[in-house]
């Protein structure tokens, strides 16, 4: 008897058997019809031997069939792909710009967002005529460079970007050109719906929408660069960035800015708003500024960001922190008196009041009349030491840590000695970033923790969490009592919006100029906080070489320029942030009995 032939035995067997399994699913009758086929082709039953070649052709037929079936499948799916399909899976290796979650603000308004866009690629061995790819591209984009473009699509490349970001009408005049070689591959393009709001916190991202600065940097750095190298952040189902800022507070906050710079003819303007309980920044503005659709100007050393990437001599506005030091300390009172008759000397160093009173002071009118020996003789008191480990314990001798990655380190003398103590607590001889002090008085009046200042949303519970207590309850009270009487009666007049209970502290720095300080070139501060009696946000106003001008009587100070600043930027911020004007005010003195604003609040 002839032995049957197993059909796996054979390499027809074989091929047979790696048949797509869509075959398996074909009806009953043709499945039959087909293993009869396959029977008489290989002599199963002896069936006559014409029977059997019939068989064997008929079954290469479908063999064959099936293969072109396959082949003509897979090009109609590369057909139908969208254009610059192929071309992106060339080019898998290469950065191609994924999405990126949006950045909303406190209440949900965008602030970033991605767009898609057409980039510009080609494929040089597919094109026909370097020439004329050159002359046709060229024409639609006139800046490209045509020896450049020449030599790039000459090489034997697969794929190489032309131009990323191209218009839509740049698209349709260089599809219409129907250059074999030359397509567009759609990514994602960060947007900026409010161009220069909040450009500074926001930052910049490179033409791979990869973060390169501010917070779009940050985000990168908490997992989006992984996700975007692993190919996993080409969809845009990602949650939203939820930041502290206000789009609203920053739109005043900017506004205001802008108008006092142009008033007082300054070179450059800063300002933020936090919310002294949690330490969010609600606003944040450094003028001049850039769209940050434009990243590019963000370079220009102007377009710095003043409030963490600068550091300044902060002026009196750094006696604020002396005078906590001296309370805080327990030997000095709100009671205390300091004699302030004769300047300070040490060595060919003389240390003076601005406006002198030749006379002994109490501590209110210390603070109150900005006295320059008064404080430094406080400080002096208390020691170097002391003097140094309160700065450091309120965060003024390291850099500043925040979402953003722009951070500047404090210019800390290198040898600190007395005559170091004595300017220090008056603000100069100690240069530290503007949001640095901002966070020490912050914790000054809400009750004495130090919370560090963030760019994000964040519950009291979790500011008291990462805060650390600085200054008793108590002696937060006296300052709150101090800066509200100085609003009163001192140099923080202009601040004295009706209704809004704000108090604060001025200061006026002279700049360093070739190593000596100028006596015309000034930096002028003015710390807000409102309302005094229950403590929720700060306002820090800075403007960098303000003039006198008409109607504040020759004079350049801060009580002339950022003080006044500050009071139109709490009266307009105020009801929007829930605080409304008051027809009654307490008198300051009565925050000397109101001790309880504790740390728990």
Same mark, same amino acid.
Request: with cysteine; charged share 20%.
């Given at each position: 008897?002839?032995?049957?032939?197993?059909?796996?035995?054979?390499?027809?067997?074989?091929?047979?058997?790696?048949?797509?399994?869509?075959?398996?699913?074909?009806?009953?009758?043709?499945?039959?019809?087909?293993?009869?086929?396959?029977?008489?082709?290989?002599?199963?039953?002896?069936?006559?031997?014409?029977?059997?070649?019939?068989?064997?052709?008929?079954?290469?037929?479908?063999?064959?069939?099936?293969?072109?079936?396959?082949?003509?499948?897979?090009?109609?799916?590369?057909?139908?792909?969208?254009?610059?399909?192929?071309?992106?899976?060339?080019?898998?290796?290469?950065?191609?710009? $994924?999405?990126?979650?949006?950045? #909303?603000?406190?209440?949900?308004?965008?602030?970033?967002?991605?767009?898609?866009?057409?980039?510009?690629?080609?494929?040089?061995?597919?094109?026909?005529?370097?020439?004329?790819?050159?002359?046709?591209?060229?024409?639609?984009?006139?800046?490209?460079?045509?020896?450049?473009?020449?030599?790039?699509?000459?090489?034997?490349?697969?794929?190489?970007?032309?131009?990323?970001?191209?218009?839509?009408?740049?698209?349709?005049?260089?599809?219409?050109?129907?250059?074999?070689?030359?397509?567009?591959?759609?990514?994602?393009?960060?947007?900026?719906?409010?161009?220069?709001?909040?450009?500074?916190?926001?930052?910049?991202?490179?033409?791979?929408?990869?973060?390169? +600065?501010?917070?779009? /940097?940050?985000?990168?750095?908490?997992?989006?660069?992984?996700?975007?190298?692993?190919?996993?952040?080409? @969809?845009?189902?990602?949650?939203?960035?939820?930041?502290?800022?206000?789009?609203? *507070?920053?739109? *005043?906050?900017?506004?205001?800015?802008?108008?006092?710079?142009?008033?007082?003819?300054?070179? =450059?303007?800063?300002?933020? #708003?936090?919310?002294?309980?949690?330490?969010?920044?609600?606003?944040?503005?450094?003028?001049?500024?850039?769209? %940050?659709?434009?990243?590019?100007?963000?370079? @220009?050393?102007?377009?710095?960001?003043?409030?963490?990437?600068?550091?300044?001599?902060? &002026?009196?506005?750094?006696?604020?922190?002396?005078?906590?030091?001296?309370?805080?300390?327990?030997?000095?009172?709100?009671?205390?008196?300091?004699?302030?008759?004769? %300047?300070?000397?040490?060595?060919?160093?003389?240390? $003076?009041?601005?406006?002198?009173?030749?006379?002994?002071?109490?501590?209110?009118?210390?603070?109150?009349?900005?006295?320059?020996? !008064?404080?430094?003789?406080?400080?002096?008191?208390?020691?170097?030491?002391?003097?140094?480990?309160?700065?450091?314990?309120?965060?003024?001798?390291?850099?500043?840590?925040?979402?953003?990655?722009?951070?500047?380190?404090?210019?800390?003398?290198?040898?600190?000695?007395?005559?170091?103590?004595?300017?220090? =607590?008056?603000?100069? &001889?100690?240069? *530290? +970033?503007?949001?640095?002090?901002?966070?020490?008085?912050?914790?000054?009046?809400?009750?004495?923790?130090?919370?560090?200042?963030?760019?994000?949303?964040?519950?009291?519970?979790? %500011?008291?969490?990462?805060?650390?207590?600085?200054? $008793?309850?108590?002696?937060?009270?006296?300052?709150?009592?101090?800066?509200?009487?100085?609003?009163?009666?001192? $140099?923080?007049?202009?601040?004295?919006?009706?209704?809004?209970?704000?108090?604060?502290?001025?200061?006026?720095?002279?700049?360093?100029?070739?190593?000596?300080?100028?006596?015309?070139?000034?930096?002028?501060?003015?710390?807000?906080?409102?309302?005094?009696?229950?403590?929720?946000?700060? *306002?820090?106003?800075?403007? @960098?070489?303000?003039?006198?001008?008409?109607?504040?009587? !020759?004079?350049?100070?801060?009580?002339?320029?950022?003080?006044?600043?500050?009071? /139109?930027?709490?009266?307009?911020?105020?009801?929007?942030?829930?605080?409304?004007?008051?027809?009654?005010?307490?008198?300051?003195?009565?925050?000397?009995?109101?001790?309880?604003?504790?740390?728990?609040?």
């Amino acid at each position: 008897m002839t032995s049957i032939p197993k059909i796996s035995a054979s390499p027809i067997g074989r091929g047979l058997l790696r048949l797509p399994r869509r075959l398996l699913r074909l009806p009953n009758a043709l499945l039959r019809g087909l293993l009869a086929i396959v029977r008489a082709a290989f002599g199963r039953g002896r069936p006559e031997a014409h029977a059997v070649a019939r068989a064997r052709i008929v079954l290469c037929m479908l063999v064959f069939a099936g293969a072109y079936l396959a082949i003509a499948g897979r090009l109609a799916i590369l057909a139908s792909a969208p254009e610059g399909a192929v071309a992106r899976r060339i080019v898998a290796t290469d950065a191609v710009a $994924s999405a990126r979650p949006d950045i #909303v603000d406190r209440n949900g308004l965008v602030l970033a967002t991605d767009v898609k866009s057409a980039s510009l690629y080609g494929e040089p061995r597919r094109l026909i005529d370097v020439d004329e790819a050159v002359e046709a591209l060229t024409a639609v984009l006139p800046d490209l460079d045509a020896n450049e473009l020449r030599q790039r699509l000459s090489t034997d490349r697969g794929f190489i970007w032309l131009r990323r970001d191209i218009t839509p009408q740049q698209q349709r005049e260089i599809h219409n050109l129907g250059l074999p070689g030359i397509g567009f591959m759609t990514e994602n393009r960060r947007i900026y719906p409010g161009g220069t709001l909040g450009a500074h916190v926001l930052g910049s991202t490179n033409i791979d929408n990869q973060g390169i +600065a501010g917070i779009e /940097k940050w985000v990168d750095t908490r997992g989006l660069a992984d996700l975007h190298l692993a190919g996993f952040a080409s @969809d845009r189902q990602q949650e939203p960035v939820e930041l502290a800022l206000d789009l609203r *507070v920053q739109h *005043v906050l900017r506004d205001e800015l802008f108008a006092a710079k142009e008033k007082f003819k300054a070179i =450059a303007a800063a300002g933020t #708003v936090v919310d002294v309980r949690t330490g969010e920044i609600v606003a944040m503005a450094s003028l001049p500024d850039f769209d %940050a659709n434009d990243p590019a100007r963000s370079l @220009d050393p102007k377009n710095l960001n003043r409030l963490t990437t600068g550091v300044f001599e902060m &002026g009196s506005t750094f006696k604020a922190l002396t005078f906590a030091m001296a309370l805080d300390s327990g030997r000095y009172t709100i009671n205390s008196t300091l004699d302030a008759r004769g %300047a300070l000397s040490f060595g060919r160093f003389r240390i $003076s009041d601005y406006h002198a009173e030749n006379r002994v002071l109490t501590l209110p009118e210390v603070f109150l009349f900005s006295s320059n020996i !008064g404080t430094a003789k406080m400080a002096l008191s208390l020691g170097v030491d002391a003097h140094k480990a309160f700065l450091a314990k309120t965060g003024q001798l390291d850099r500043l840590r925040t979402e953003l990655p722009e951070s500047a380190m404090p210019i800390v003398p290198k040898r600190w000695g007395e005559v170091n103590t004595a300017t220090i =607590a008056f603000g100069h &001889g100690l240069a *530290v +970033a503007p949001l640095q002090a901002v966070m020490a008085v912050n914790a000054l009046v809400n009750g004495g923790t130090l919370i560090p200042p963030t760019f994000l949303k964040r519950t009291r519970e979790e %500011a008291l969490a990462a805060g650390t207590p600085v200054i $008793s309850p108590k002696t937060s009270a006296q300052m709150r009592y101090l800066l509200r009487l100085n609003a009163e009666k001192g $140099s923080a007049k202009k601040v004295n919006v009706p209704g809004f209970y704000a108090g604060g502290k001025t200061g006026t720095a002279e700049k360093v100029i070739n190593g000596r300080y100028s006596k015309t070139k000034l930096l002028t501060t003015f710390t807000g906080v409102f309302p005094m009696d229950n403590p929720q946000y700060l *306002v820090l106003v800075m403007l @960098d070489e303000p003039q006198a001008v008409e109607g504040t009587y !020759g004079y350049a100070t801060a009580g002339w320029n950022a003080a006044p600043t500050t009071g /139109k930027i709490i009266s307009r911020i105020g009801p929007m942030l829930g605080i409304m004007p008051r027809t009654e005010v307490p008198p300051a003195e009565s925050l000397l009995a109101n001790t309880t604003l504790a740390r728990a609040q």
